[in-house]
């Protein structure tokens, strides 16, 4: 089995770990959150291949394609069979650590590599001493999930941990795809960071309503 290939199996294999295992510690591993995770990896991976081919023009997959396709099935998922409870957080910790190891395949793969530098760390790829943009993304998700690890221990609202991964990983996401072989789309910047802009306003907007909303709850239960 090649290397690469190894790297993708361990990281979909974490990921469907780790939701599992936090599903049964929240104590909804139901079949119908099961059942909304099967519908969250299936639109995550056709519409992580729709996006490559849309916005890059090659064969391949986009992460922020698949995060997108996995949230829209979720949700229709969700609304179908009627369930409430918010299940952002399971999916945040479980694709950020997925993809902590999954970039090790994309290194190892030679895709979504960095442009040409000469810093102590580079590595040899496509004829050219590069930026390891995979292990910086790899890096930089490994750091996001220690502080949704800090941040769970506030013990914040449900999806307090989604809208917190998403904000932190879009800001990652848009300053490594400066050091990434990428063209622009529009005014220098290219797809995935627009929609990095896009979703830190999202996530941004969200988290701000979460936390006063628990707020607003706290100061009711106090009589204030």
Not at 162 to 167: A, E, S
Request: charged share 10%; net charge positive.
């Amino acid at each position: 089995m090649p290397v690469y290939a190894f790297f993708y199996g361990a990281a979909y294999l974490t990921g469907l770990g780790v939701f599992v295992w936090m599903a049964r510690k929240r104590g909804i591993a139901t079949s119908g959150v099961m059942l909304i995770m099967q519908a969250g990896l299936v639109g995550g991976l056709v519409f992580a291949n729709v996006a490559q081919w849309v916005f890059g023009g090659s064969a391949g997959k986009t992460v922020l394609g698949g995060i997108a396709g996995g949230y829209l099935c979720v949700w229709l998922t969700k609304r179908h069979l009627g369930l409430r409870r918010p299940t952002g957080d399971l999916f945040a910790v479980a694709l950020c650590a997925g993809e902590a190891i999954g970039r090790w395949g994309c290194y190892f793969g030679g895709c979504c590599y960095g442009k040409p530098t000469d810093v102590a760390w580079a590595v040899w790829q496509h004829g050219a001493w590069r930026h390891p943009t995979q292990i910086y993304l790899s890096a930089a998700c490994i750091f996001i999930l220690l502080a949704l690890w800090r941040f769970a221990r506030t013990s914040p609202p449900e999806d307090g941990l989604f809208c917190l991964q998403g904000l932190l990983y879009c800001t990652a996401r848009f300053g490594i795809e400066f050091l990434r072989v990428s063209p622009p789309v529009a005014v220098g910047l290219t797809a995935a960071q627009w929609a990095c802009l896009g979703g830190f306003v999202f996530f941004t907007v969200r988290l701000r309503l979460i936390l006063g909303g628990k707020r607003r709850n706290a100061l009711l239960y106090a009589g204030v």
